[in-house]
T-cell receptor
Framework: AQSVSQHNHHVILSEAASLELGCNYS??????LFWYVQYPGQHLQLLLK??????LVKGIKGFEAEFIKSKFSFNLRKPSVQWSDTAEYFC???????????FGKGTRLHILP | KAGVTQTPRYLIKTRGQQVTLSCSPI?????VSWYQQTPGQGLQFLFE???????NKGNFPGRFSGRQFSNSRSEMNVSTLELGDSALYLC??????????????FGEGSRLTVL
């Protein structure tokens, strides 16, 4: 069965530090990839998505993610984090096999001011 | 434009009871999907509805069911509640089908506690 792994469950960084959150999926076919974010007290919202084309996608608030097909990865990056980036981040994938969306278990990011 | 609205926001039930949760999608959105969020399992897909038909279903027992009305509003029902059903239930809407091709717009969720 398809699965999504987020290796870091809880990450703590200081402001201005660089961020990389890992996401790996298990499916050999065509995939659509997403990162969603849940800020404290707010609903989940889309950060960025990859369907096809340039494997480096840019999202809101300075986030970007790179799709590396050979590594089955879609890691989220940000060069310099801010306190307001404190949130829980979810990687998700849909496949051309079915349209079920599978989420990773999430990474809680805590930015120290 | 109003977002996805879920009711009730909080509810407490006892084992064996049943519960119905409601979701009103963003106006014009025809696809509604449901998710269970727990600390241990994260976000798990329950089912998706489009044009009043269930299009996809996750790996949950038959106690979990849902439906969609002609105005795209959706309800999900959990019968014979178990302690493990305590969770945040999220609803999401999207403009079209299949949901995997587009952005999901989430509601704030219904937090269910089973005692």
């Amino acid at each position: 069965a398809q699965s999504v792994s987020q290796h870091n469950h809880h990450v703590i960084l200081s402001e201005a530090a660089s961020l990389e959150l890992g996401c790996n999926y298990s499916y050999g076919g065509t995939v659509n990839l997403f990162w969603y974010v849940q800020y404290p007290g707010q609903h989940l919202q889309l950060l960025l998505k990859y369907f096809s084309g340039d494997p480096l996608v840019k999202g809101i608030k300075g986030f970007e993610a790179e799709f590396i097909k050979s590594k089955f990865s879609f890691n989220l990056r940000k060069p310099s984090v801010q306190w307001s980036d404190t949130a829980e981040y979810f990687c998700a994938v849909t496949t051309n096999r079915d349209d079920k969306i599978i989420f990773g278990k999430g990474t809680r990011l805590h930015i120290l001011p | 434009k109003a977002g996805v609205t879920q009711t009730p926001r909080y509810l407490i039930k006892t084992r064996g009871q049943q519960v119905t949760l409601s979701c009103s999608p963003i106006s014009g959105h025809r696809s509604v999907s449901w998710y269970q969020q727990t600390p241990g399992q994260g976000l798990q897909f329950l089912f998706e509805y489009f044009s009043e038909t269930q299009r996809n279903k996750g790996n949950f027992p038959g106690r979990f069911s849902g439906r969609q009305f002609s105005n795209s509003r959706s309800e999900m029902n959990v019968s014979t509640l178990e302690l493990g059903d305590s969770a945040l239930y999220l609803c999401a809407s999207s403009p079209g089908y299949p949901m995997g091709t587009g952005e999901l717009f989430f509601g704030e969720g219904s937090r269910l506690t089973v005692l």
